[in-house]
């Protein structure tokens, strides 16, 4: 994701080499926009037509990158495509329950919506647990960045069901909805991802129970997730589940769950910083 990489890279350094980089990317990201259904596809090649209308939970995370390329650029177009692909997902992903699929399918022709669909989740009906976790922190960095009060209420909704789902270990399974589900296999990295989103729409609710989740589930991670006992000393969380319907990571370590490990133990510990970092500013 260049949003943590490239432009934090040109936050703490200056390096005007990171911003061009993000920017670029940037737009590349509004090409793949489908103007009909107003959403962003998240698979495949452009002249591809296999995925063209399906739209998945975790490009919430790269909203954030446009809404630097239009504060960069000052072309409000970047922003724009954001905010009508938050408010696509905010009209079909949410249940009433407050849970989401991973997956949407739309026609990429006429851009109607076609129903929920999964790729890591159980099924269609479930709620694959990362990609609730990206809900929670996407929707809430949107909020930040635009000011559109109902993204901040989709957060809260998203969150609210992700919290009643937690097992009591605050370990999230990697699928809050799966058969076995709370007694399944673990997702580290949603809660390290679910973490950051709970410190932030703390901050911007001013609700401290949000806060509290937070520091449990921090606390869950560096006590029970930890490689220190473990021979894959080249990462630091364990218990992370990759795509567990084509049993493809399971019970592993992923580069993401480090990343939002640490950057949740630096939102708790040094604010400032990881502001510089990833500016936690609200417009």
Same mark, same amino acid.
């Given at each position: 994701?260049?949003?943590?990489?490239?432009? *934090?890279?040109?936050r703490l350094t200056g390096d005007d080499k990171w911003?061009?980089?993000a920017i670029r990317a940037a737009s590349s990201l509004v090409r793949r926009y489908n103007p009909k259904g107003r959403f962003i596809r998240a698979w495949g090649a452009l002249n591809d037509p296999a995925n063209a209308g399906r739209v998945i939970m975790d490009t919430m995370m790269n909203l954030d990158l446009l809404a630097?390329?239009?504060?960069?650029?000052?072309?409000?177009?970047?922003l724009d495509i954001a905010v009508e692909h938050a408010r696509t997902t905010q009209r079909n992903f949410p249940r009433p329950d407050g849970s989401t699929p991973h997956v949407y399918d739309f026609d990429?022709?006429?851009g109607a919506p076609l129903g929920p669909g999964t790729v890591q989740g159980y099924s269609p009906a479930s709620c694959w647990s990362r990609g609730q976790a990206w809900g929670i922190y996407g929707f809430t960095t949107i909020y930040r960045r635009t000011g559109r009060r109902e993204f901040l209420t989709t957060a809260r909704k998203l969150a609210d069901f992700a919290l009643g789902a937690l097992?009591? %270990?605050?370990?999230?399974?990697?699928?809050?909805?799966?058969?076995?589900?709370?007694?399944?296999?673990?997702?580290?990295?949603?809660?390290?991802?679910?973490?950051?989103?709970?410190?932030?729409?703390?901050?911007?609710?001013?609700?401290?129970?949000? $806060?509290?989740?937070?520091l449990k589930l921090l606390t869950?991670?560096?006590?029970?997730?930890?490689? $220190?006992?473990? *021979?894959?000393?080249?990462?630091?969380?364990? $218990?992370?589940? $990759?795509?567990?319907?084509?049993?493809?990571?399971?019970?592993?370590?992923l580069p993401y769950a480090d990343y939002y490990l640490l950057e949740g133990i630096l939102r708790v510990l040094r604010p400032? %910083?990881?502001?510089?970092a990833i500016d936690l500013s609200t417009v």
């Open positions: 994701m260049p949003t943590p990489s490239w432009v *934090t890279a040109w911003r061009t980089g630097f390329a239009s504060g960069q650029t000052g072309e409000g177009k970047y990429p022709a006429s097992s009591p %270990d605050h370990v999230p399974v990697w699928d809050y909805l799966a058969p076995q589900a709370p007694h399944d296999i673990k997702d580290a990295s949603a809660g390290a991802v679910m973490a950051c989103g709970l410190l932030d729409l703390s901050r911007a609710t001013g609700e401290p129970r949000y $806060r509290e989740e937070a869950a991670l560096s006590e029970t997730c930890l490689t $220190r006992k473990s *021979t894959r000393a080249d990462a630091v969380v364990a $218990r992370c589940t $990759r795509n567990r319907p084509s049993e493809d990571g399971v019970e592993i370590s400032d %910083d990881i502001d510089r």
